[in-house]
């Protein structure tokens, strides 16, 4: 008998969600002869009236690997224990899918989507693989997970065309970039893009060595410069940005040194559209492979990881247990401030 497995996107999206939806069918219905049903819109798709499914073939995957998003659609408002309307629809979603044939789920989304992943698996029974997945980098099971490097992509391609604009004007340019709780992103794309002050969550910054710092490049000829703001830095001793740490910057310097030529630049959900790049490209396709091995083998309860150069499966409730962040006293860190990047704390 046919196995029947059923996957899902939930959370923001990230560019490689196609390409963990193609290796699953390609291999899951092509290789192994699965049936594969497509939940659009998350736990939506189970929970809603009519229902959103779809039967995936192969066919229906061509495109895939290239396409940003995600064929089957997402949301951040899933949550089947405190849906949309206001009541717990978990059981709802065990009864679907018992209904529907489908033995479990291939979930795939960020630390949000993981824990209901595993409350699902321990308070209604429903088998569920997790698949990681954010921009920010920040799930601690896990080395990497993809759509980063695209967006760190993002972020650089960015900062390059930003420099020779700031350099033509003498202009400060502040970019904020996406870090709700990790300055992944702030980090690599400052430092791949040349930025000349980043500043993290990890790292509350210092007004008056933002200002040591211009003071110095224009002491040297150097009458501008590139700071990265993660959406989450915030000054010491101040209060959670709230999404305003670019301008939060930007006010500060501008009312310690009113002539200064400064500007903002919030990139946004630039970073997480567009094709995927090549690295998550090939990372989401193992993750989604290792997926459907894990489910192969009855590894319910498990999510995909890059460990050491390895994909393998670690148990869901490790995969929740801790965000990853920036090690202030670590490798990138230092590396930053070898090149001569001030952090500002």
Request: charged share 25%.
């Amino acid at each position: 008998m046919s196995r029947h497995v059923g996957i899902l996107t939930g959370g923001g999206d990230a560019p490689g969600l196609n390409a963990v939806i193609r290796a699953v069918v390609k291999y899951g219905v092509g290789q192994k002869g699965w049936l594969i049903t497509g939940i659009e819109d998350a736990f939506d798709g189970l929970i809603a009236r009519p229902m959103r499914l779809r039967r995936l073939v192969p066919r229906s995957c061509g495109g895939l690997l290239q396409k940003g998003g995600t064929m089957l659609g997402t949301t951040n408002r899933g949550d089947p224990f405190s849906w949309r309307d206001g009541k717990n629809h978990a059981h709802d979603v065990r009864v679907e899918l018992d209904r529907l044939g489908i033995e479990g789920l291939i979930v795939v989304g960020g630390d949000g989507t993981m824990r209901i992943a595993q409350r699902l698996m321990i308070e209604e029974g429903v088998p569920v693989v997790g698949v990681p997945k954010t921009i920010d980098n920040d799930l601690g099971a896990t080395d990497q997970t993809f759509g980063f490097q695209s967006a760190v992509d993002c972020v650089t391609d960015a900062l390059d065309r930003l420099h020779t604009t700031a350099e033509s004007h003498d202009r400060c340019i502040v970019v904020e970039v996406m870090g709700r709780d990790a300055g992944f992103i702030a980090m690599h794309g400052g430092i791949a893009g040349g930025a000349d002050i980043i500043l993290i969550p990890e790292l509350p910054w210092d007004l008056a060595r933002l200002r040591a710092k211009l003071e110095q490049r224009r002491n040297i000829g150097r009458p501008f410069s590139l700071i990265v703001v993660s959406e989450a830095a915030r000054p010491i001793g101040g209060p959670d940005p709230k999404g305003r740490a670019g301008q939060l910057v930007v006010d500060a310097l501008k009312e310690a040194e009113p002539d200064l030529d400064i500007r903002l630049m919030v990139l946004g959900h630039l970073q997480r559209g567009g094709s995927p790049v090549a690295v998550d490209r090939v990372l989401a396709t193992r993750f989604g492979i290792t997926a459907v091995d894990l489910v192969s083998e009855g590894r319910w309860g498990e999510m995909v990881a890059l460990r050491d150069g390895r994909v393998i499966g670690v148990p869901l409730s490790e995969a929740v247990k801790a965000n990853r962040v920036v090690d202030v006293a670590g490798e990138l860190v230092h590396t930053a401030r070898a090149v001569g990047v001030e952090l500002g704390g």
